[in-house]
């Protein structure tokens, strides 16, 4: 199981940037609100946008898991890659699982020992980086007719996932004529949407962004458990991780409920102490990515305007990734000299699915310390020292360990992440499930585009952006 070390988010450790310990008395106010807040998350439980609370349990889970291995032994030997389109929600989770859990030469390994098709996941309308991959699919990689791709979008609205889907039909249809349906599997709204009448219309294979499950808490749908199950990671262990984090997240005591804890920390921390950007630091490279979308949570679930009263209160904090150790010649010089306006979250991991030894008989005595140790030594040694460090600066830090990397873990730390996320909306008194903001950009981008019905965007936006140049 994963834990969760917050001694550093202390005063005891960190002074008055830190909490105090007396918070966490099981009379005091906190731990009062902590346990109402799990009584109102109980009762809005699979209800609303609450509904990705269900994902991981009977029958919803039986009927995901049925419907994604269907799809996926459908496609089992017919292709050589697999080639993952969407954006935001609809992507993030799946690149965070491909990093997490399928080893970082994957997409080298020969087809005889990878569990699936190549896989790449194109969350941009870059045309460099589309545009290169497309071809290496088309020529080295196999050809088109042995490529698969996953388009997902729950609203078929998103214009940069409409656009790679239409570029990815044409060059299909060109490919391969009338069968080209049968390398398309989309993953879209069951019965909404203009994705879901594409669909109909040319008959792909679908999988169900089901109701009430919003992009960001969508991962552990058949949005992320399609293309996972397609490399092979083990999609019920990671919804069994999931399943087992949420039994403790429903617990009614702050100090026994993961998600209720971390969320306090942290709303605590940012809103008390001006601890307003929470950096979430991995000491593993394979990690990495699940701290982009941990990114994408916070910011857009928490970051708002207005509370449910109406009232304006430009909540959220700002959630940055790191890379233990790489970032400590990089980041860790502002972490503890810098504004002390951050609170630092690392990952640690116990033991690595591959170590590797660093040799004897350099002969330098400089560096005979390294000598027959580990690599985990090593890189547990640095964050340790990192952690300590950031305490002699009183800069709070907080500690999640993996004891080890695999489907079930990561179930639990994205469910985690997904529940704090609840708790922490409800402290802030914010919609944790709309993104109103994001509307704005994407209305401008319709009208610069010449979409129909957009015109005042165009005209406001050209007269807003008028350009000053500085003098060459
Ligand atoms: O979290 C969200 O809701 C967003 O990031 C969406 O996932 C993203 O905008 C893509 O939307 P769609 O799946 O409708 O294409």
Redesign the pocket.
Known sequence: MLTLDYANCLADRVGSHGLDTALFDPASQPTQTARALTASLEKTRGTGWERWRLLPHDPVKADHLHQVRRAVDACRGRFDNMVVL???????GNIALQSALSPVTYNLLPSSSRPGPRTFVIDNVDPEQFGHILDWCASAGGGLQRTLFNV???????A???AQFMIIRDVLRKAMGSGYAGNIVAV??PSR?T?RQICDREGFTTLP?PDGV?????VLSP?GLFSAAMCGIDIDALLGGAAEMDARCRRDSLLENPAALLAFLLVELGTTKGKTNHVLMPYASSLYLLADWYR??WA??LGKRVDKTGETVFAGFTPVKALGTTDQHSQVQLYREGPNDKVIGFLEVHKFRHEVSIPTGLGVEALSYLEGRSMTDLLNAEKRATEYALVESQRPNFTIKFPVIDAAHVGQFIWLWQVATSYAGLMLNIDAYD?PA?ELGKQATFGLMGRKGYEEHKRTVDSTLTTTRWRT
Not at 214 to 218: A, I, N, T
């Open positions: 969407g954006i935001g929600g609809s992507a993030l997902i979008s729950k609203s078929g609205e998103t940069e996932t409409a879209t709204d949407g994705m962004v919003g992009g960001r808490f969508s949005v994408q949570l857009e679930s993104q994001v």
